[in-house]
């Protein structure tokens, strides 16, 4: 599995805005710039963040997105399902119709749980514990 770029953003944005005063929206080519997201993906990041209700945005003067729950409550599988769809080892496991052998390939079923368990250990590395570890840097502008 490689983590896609559009993945690895989403998470950068997430984090940069877990370290943002609560409540203040920032626009989103601010959070984009602080993280080397380019302004279009930025927003095209956010936008989906959003519709899985893990960012708030606000038009207009003063506008911008801010979380829309608490970091502790953000796992980063909640950020690959709302940004790649979750984490997929393998075409035959995200496209039901891709192969015909699915149904009795091995290795399908060795994909089906190697997915599994990386869901289930991505859903318990939270964002508050990302951005607390001393490990994040913020990049500047």
């Known amino acids: ?52 209700g893990l960012l708030k945005a606000k038009r207009g003067t003063g506008g911008g997105i801010r979380l829309s729950k608490d970091p502790c409550d953000i796992s980063v599988y909640d950020i690959l399902r709302a940004v790649d769809g979750g984490a997929s080892m393998s075409d035959c496991t995200s496209d039901p119709g891709y192969c015909e052998r699915s149904s009795f390939c091995p290795m399908h079923q060795v994909w089906r749980n190697t997915e599994g368990h990386l869901e289930q250990y991505l859903s318990t590395v939270r964002l508050d514990a990302l951005v607390s570890d001393g490990q994040f840097e913020q990049l500047q502008a």
Do not use: C, K, N
């Open 1 to 52: 599995m490689t983590v896609s770029r559009r993945a690895d953003y989403a998470i950068r944005m997430m984090m940069q805005l877990a370290r943002e005063p609560d409540g203040v929206p920032v626009p989103a080519r601010t959070i984009g710039s602080r993280q080397g997201v380019p302004v279009e993906f930025a927003r095209a990041i956010a936008s989906d963040l959003a519709s899985a």
